[in-house]
C-alpha cells in the first residue's frame, strides 16, 4: 500500500513539473514572438491623425544629403548663476530601424524616416566644464511619439546617461554617478515628450498640441534636476512666432522661437525655473540666441581644413 501511494505521488509530481515546464516555454515563446510585433504596431498607430505628406520643398530642404546645423549663444541658468557657452542644433533626415531603434546601415521599406535632432551645449561652471547632447529620433509621419530620445551629461565630478525607448510602452534605462540615482530601469505610460516638440515643429508648427497636456520634460531637464522620469501637467500656447509650455507644478516655462516661414528655424528659446539649492534657489532664465545656420554634409568635413566651418558657424 506504501509502495503504491508512493508511486502515485511520484506520478502526480512528475505531471505537474511536466505541466508547468511547457507553460514556462510557451510563455517565454509568447514574449519572444509577440513583443516586437507589439511594439511595430504600437509605433504605427499612436496618435489618430493621418501622415504627414512631404511637400516638395519639404524634400528638396531635407533630403538633399546634408544637415541643417544650427550655432547659438547661450547663457545658461546653473548652480544659481548664468553661465556663458553655446549651443548647436543638428537636424538631420535618417532611416531608422524600428525594432532595434538605432540608424540603419542599409536601405529597407521597413526602415522608419526620422528627422533626428542633436542639441549640444558647452559651458563652464568655474573651473571645469560641462557637456550635454541629447539626441531625438522623430518620425517623419508626424503621428507618432519620438521612437527614441537620448541624453547625456558630463562634467568633472562624473557623467549621467538617460535613454528613452518606444515599445509597448515608454522604457527608460539611466545610468548616473550619484548614489540615489544610480542604474535604473523603468517603464512609464506614454506620453508627449518634450524632446520630440522640437523636431515636430521642423515638420509642421500648426501640428503642435495647445492646451491642457500631459508632458515628459526633456531629459537634460529631468537628469540636471534630479526629477522624477513621468509626465507632468503642463499648459501649451502659441503667441505668433512663439511656441511655450509651462509645468505648473514644475514653476517651469519653456518658450521656442522660430521662423513662421518654412523651414521654420528655430531662432532662439528661454527655459525659466528656480536653479539652485535649498533656499538660494531662484528663478533664473536660460537663453539662447541664433547664430548661424548652415547646411553641410559635417560627417565629412573631418579634417584640418574643414576647422574654418566652425569659425563659419561663431563657434570659435
Known amino acids: 500500500m506504501n509502495n503504491s501511494v508512493k508511486s502515485i505521488a511520484v506520478f502526480v509530481c512528475f505531471i505537474c513539473a511536466f505541466v508547468i515546464a511547457i507553460s514556462c516555454k510557451d510563455e517565454s515563446l509568447k514574449q519572444k514572438s509577440e513583443s516586437p510585433v507589439i511594439a511595430k504596431?504600437?509605433?504605427k498607430s499612436e496618435i489618430s491623425k493621418p501622415a504627414f505628406?512631404?511637400?516638395?520643398?519639404?524634400?528638396?530642404?531635407?533630403y538633399a544629403g546634408e544637415a541643417e546645423i544650427s550655432?547659438?549663444?547661450?547663457?545658461?541658468?546653473?548652480?544659481?548663476?548664468?553661465?556663458?557657452?553655446?549651443a548647436?542644433?543638428?537636424?538631420?533626415?535618417?532611416?531608422?530601424?524600428?525594432?532595434?531603434?538605432?540608424?540603419?546601415?542599409?536601405?529597407s521599406k521597413d526602415n522608419i524616416p526620422v528627422l533626428k535632432l542633436n542639441a549640444t551645449k558647452n559651458f563652464?561652471?568655474?573651473i571645469y566644464p560641462y557637456s550635454i547632447m541629447q539626441s531625438t529620433f522623430y518620425p517623419v509621419s508626424n503621428n507618432k511619439h519620438?521612437?527614441?530620445?537620448?541624453?547625456?551629461?558630463?562634467?568633472?565630478?562624473?557623467?549621467?546617461?538617460?535613454q528613452l525607448n518606444n515599445r509597448e510602452v515608454f522604457e527608460i534605462k539611466s545610468h548616473s554617478y550619484f548614489q540615489s540615482e544610480g542604474d535604473q530601469k523603468l517603464n512609464i505610460k506614454k506620453a508627449i515628450t518634450e524632446n520630440e516638440l522640437w523636431t515636430q515643429l521642423r515638420i509642421n508648427p500648426q501640428s503642435l498640441p495647445t492646451g491642457k497636456i500631459d508632458v515628459i520634460p526633456s531629459l537634460e531637464y529631468i537628469r540636471l534636476k534630479h526629477s522624477e522620469f513621468k509626465s507632468y501637467k503642463a499648459i501649451a500656447s502659441f503667441d505668433k512666432n512663439y511656441y511655450s509650455l509651462f509645468y505648473p507644478d514644475l514653476n517651469r516655462t519653456l518658450r521656442i522661437e522660430f521662423n513662421s516661414e518654412f523651414p521654420y528655424d528655430i531662432l532662439g528659446w528661454k527655459e525659466s525655473y528656480k536653479d539652485g539649492y535649498g533656499p538660494n534657489a531662484?528663478?533664473?532664465t536660460t537663453k539662447a540666441t541664433k547664430i548661424k545656420t548652415i547646411k553641410s554634409a559635417y560627417w565629412g568635413k573631418n579634417s584640418n581644413a574643414d576647422e574654418s566651418l566652425r569659425n563659419t558657424l561663431g563657434l570659435e
Open 146 to 162: 519620438a521612437i527614441k530620445v537620448s541624453a547625456s551629461i558630463q562634467e568633472w565630478c562624473g557623467h549621467v546617461y538617460a
Open 53 to 62: 505628406q512631404p511637400s516638395k520643398n519639404f524634400n528638396e530642404y531635407w
Open 71 to 86: 550655432s547659438y549663444r547661450l547663457e545658461q541658468a546653473r548652480y544659481g548663476e548664468i553661465r556663458d557657452g553655446k
Open 88 to 107: 548647436v542644433l543638428v537636424f538631420v533626415t535618417e532611416d531608422f530601424l524600428p525594432e532595434e531603434q538605432v540608424k540603419a546601415d542599409n536601405y
Open 282 to 284: 531662484k528663478m533664473l
Open 124 to 126: 563652464n561652471t568655474g
Open 41 to 43: 504596431a504600437e509605433i
